[in-house]
């Protein structure tokens, strides 16, 4: 049995983790969970998986959790803010970490994790966006695995297998194209409900509009630079509506292995929990005479100019690529919120990269402050646009 703690238990990966989890038997065991602010899901998966270690961020939030927990009678230590996260990461009974919360918050809990040598399953990809050579250079010191979950990084991580990375020609990343890649519509009139409508995934609200801006599949080449040690120069990506095929890896002899499976996000969840075993997963198995045809596009950078951004930073390299990230996620919130246009969030993002002077540099408090600075930046720039 492998004993699981999950940072953001309440998110979409979280919530699909934990529903795995109980449908397998004598498999994993969680003792850890954390979660922003939704203290009634973590009721319920408190009273269900029975943890030792949960955290709220909010303190006063935790604190009346802390007295539920004491009134059930149940043995339950609850934390707040950012020592919860860490809490939870460095639980001594774990084995693996699921990082599943979303942003930069998810730096230094994942961190923590890899300190205390535990394998992680990283699913918070704007961590690796931030300071992802940090983060594997601490996993290689403390020998301790990080699996990808994103379903991309997942088929890359299965294609490649124990093949030398020297032998690899380009990894062909693929994206659905999110609702608009054949959209003719005006991207000033995308409302918030229009670009939150995936066709293809259920997701979080903040990676469901990367995915509409296509910045998501920008920060996904960057984070499989990150975890391949592969030049952004060797990612290229491909739109493929369908979804079966979830990335490719070409290789110098002229191969290319591809990963296939239904959309659905439990495999490569399962697959990043159990490693290096495969067990039996419950999903609808593929079907190829039932998906009929399997098409492909070329991304069009003009029309998805976060997507050129991405890229262009990735390329930069430094401490751009955490400017951009928390850049981004600024911009993104300023849309959900209705105070800013969607065609707005590219816009920012370009502005605050533009006044950044890139700092390349091993220490990680260079990047925090970066992404300190590219968030008030941000807030600055939509004041002035709004």
């Known amino acids: 049995m492998k004993n699981i703690s999950i940072l953001g238990s309440s998110g979409s990966i979280g919530t699909q983790a934990l529903e795995l989890i109980s449908k397998t038997k004598n498999e994993f065991k969680v003792c850890g969970l954390s979660v922003h602010s939704n203290t009634e899901l973590l009721k319920k998966q408190i009273i269900k998986f029975k943890p030792s270690v949960v955290s709220v961020f909010d303190k006063e939030n935790a604190e009346k959790l802390q007295k539920w927990c004491n009134d059930k009678k149940l043995k339950i230590k609850v934390y707040c803010g950012k020592e919860g996260l860490n809490k939870v990461a460095t639980i001594k009974a774990a084995d693996m970490v699921l990082s599943s919360v979303v942003g930069s918050i998810g730096l230094e809990p994942l961190l923590a994790a890899i300190d205390s040598g535990k394998d992680v399953a990283i699913a918070n990809k704007e961590a690796l966006v931030m300071a992802g050579n940090i983060i594997m250079k601490k996993a290689k010191e403390k020998g301790v695995a990080v699996l990808p979950v994103d379903s991309e ?15 690899i020609k380009r990894i062909l990343l693929t994206a659905s194209g999110g609702p608009f890649y054949k959209s003719n519509k005006n991207f000033a009139d995308i409302t918030v409900e229009d670009a939150l409508a995936h066709p293809t995934w259920k997701m979080g609200k903040k990676i469901t509009v990367d995915s509409a801006t296509l910045m998501n599949k920008g920060l996904e080449a960057i984070e499989a630079s990150v975890l391949f040690d592969i030049p952004i120069d060797k990612i290229d990506i491909i739109i493929h509506p369908q979804s079966v095929i979830h990335s490719m890896v070409e290789f110098n002899d002229g191969c290319v292995m591809a990963q296939l499976s239904n959309p659905d996000m439990t495999l490569p969840i399962q697959y990043a929990l159990s490693y290096p075993d495969r067990t039996n997963c419950y999903i609808k198995r593929l079907d190829l005479t039932e998906v009929a045809k399997l098409e492909f ?29 928390a850049a981004n996620e ?4 300023y849309f959900l919120d209705g105070k800013i246009r969607f065609d707005m969030i590219p816009v920012v993002v370009e502005k605050v990269i533009n006044k950044h002077k890139v700092i390349k540099t091993k220490n990680l408090s260079k990047y925090v402050k970066a992404d300190l600075w590219a968030r008030q930046q941000a807030e600055n720039v939509i004041k002035n646009l709004i």
Do not use: W
Request: proline share 2%; hydrophobic share 40%; aromatic share 10%.
């Open 297 to 325: 596009f070329k991304p069009d950078f003009k029309k998805f100019k976060c997507l050129n951004i991405a890229y262009k930073c990735a390329k930069i390299g430094g401490t751009m690529t955490a400017v951009m990230s």
């Open 153 to 167: 990084h997942s088929a890359i991580f299965q294609c490649i297998g124990k093949e030398n990375k020297k032998s």
């Open 330 to 333: 600024i911009a993104v919130r």
